[in-house]
DNA sequence: TCTGGGGTCCTAGGACCC
DNA sequence: TCTGGGGTCCTAGGACCC
């Protein structure tokens, strides 16, 4: 058996461990920038406060209802969500964390002798006594009917928030219940096709024939039915798979015409892509720089991208903001009210199995200027040398800012100076980071 | 005035190879 | 006049997830 065990509003839910006071109150927290709203707490669900809502459309309704907004405080929310993960391993073997708020556990990896009802029941309080975050369990025989199964446990009042879904009819009778839209892998536009044929709820889909969903849905689809027929065709992955693409991008705190100032946000952008690279401890062979306008103002609208493949694969800070500069210089227009801009890093392979240029000398921080011809190679020697200086360079500015915190070491190139400071993200509402930071640790008064 | 930031997988079609 | 059969790689677009 396989459960998804799934964090009740996490983020609300991570906000209230330090802040006890949000019990019972309505609580939201929002989008980086602040912009939309990405969590509610159930009272502020019960205002009627959508998923998704930009804020400006409903100040006036948190004024009025008292609500509690929080801007979203990834180092706490991803603090926490390891601790649960740490939590659950105690019991359970294998363990695929799916998302910050998620994870399937497979059930036939548990030392305990217990049912996967007690189990789970046992399992669920402790992560609420170790963690104080409450969450809910699904169990089924396929992922796909654990989400299903999750979703009961989570409505459900009478079930502590664990649900069993094992036998066939009570699985096809929840199935009647449930929105086609409503299961994992059906989005927007096949719940509309699939709404076309008459298939509205889940039923309807797990008594299509199969040829029909192959035909209409692809292979994706065709294992969606399976496993909704408790075959199951998605295995737990437990060792997360090397990342093929990273991208870091931000809307900025105000619209940005100022080319110097957009420069400053891509170096920080690149230089952010790398350090994820060499967290994955992989590099890149290609790098996009991308700059857009707001597609909610009215008017003309520009956006525009542009992309190099570098000459040796890298995961250099100061490689990648070299070219990612070169390649913002290149698409930058004036005259328009930049909204946003980004920096993806793609083709990325293991460091150690990167191919080195025919032409290059291996010095990855020795990118050649781009203007200019490739200079010719030297010695293997001199290769191996110059490679594991940058690499031992680029090692010693993340060991320092992990000891002393992020971006204590940076480049020049991403440094905000005062009259750029503008493209920096909105945060007005930033919790402290509670367990992650010395100068934030909560404080308890005894009197 | 103000609207997030990440990712993955699959398919079809074009270009090319022998 | 008659014109095969087997591949690979790449990209764009479409779908989905949190």
Known sequence: MIGLLDSNNFYVSCERVFNPKLERQPVVVLSNGDGCVVARSNEAKALGIPMGVPVFQIKHLLRHEKVKVFSSNYALYGDLSARITNVVRQDIADVEVYSIDEQFLDFSTTRHPQSADQLGVNIRKKVKQCTGVPTSLGIAKTKTLAKVANHIAKKSLVHEGVYVLDREQIIE???????????????RRYAKKLSSFGIHTALDLYDCKEAFVKKHMTIVGLRLWYELHGVSCLPLEMVSKPK???????????AQMNLSAIKEAVANHASSCAEKLRGEGSVANYIQVFLATSRHRPGEQYSNSFTWTL???SSDSRE????ASQALDRIFRKGYQYSKCGVIVSGLVPRDARQLGLFSDGNSSGYHDISQPIRSGQSGQVQRDSL??????????????????????????????????G?????????????????????????
């Open 173 to 187: 009778e929840f199935l009647s219940l449930t929105p086609v839209a409503d299961l994992w892998g059906i989005g």
């Open 244 to 254: 093929k693409n990273i991208c870091t991008s931000r809307t900025f705190g105000k």
């Open 311 to 313: 000459p040796v694969a």
């Open 320 to 323: 990648l903001v070299h070219y």
């Open 388 to 421: 594991q200086e940058d690499v031992r360079l680029m090692e010693v500015v993340d060991m320092i800012n992990h000891r002393y915190g992020r971006g204590k070491i940076q480049l020049g190139a991403s440094m905000t100076t005062v009259e750029t400071r």
């Open 423 to 447: 493209w920096q993200m909105q945060q007005n509402r930033l919790s402290p980071r509670y367990t992650t930071c010395f100068s934030e640790i909560p404080i308890a008064k005894c009197s």
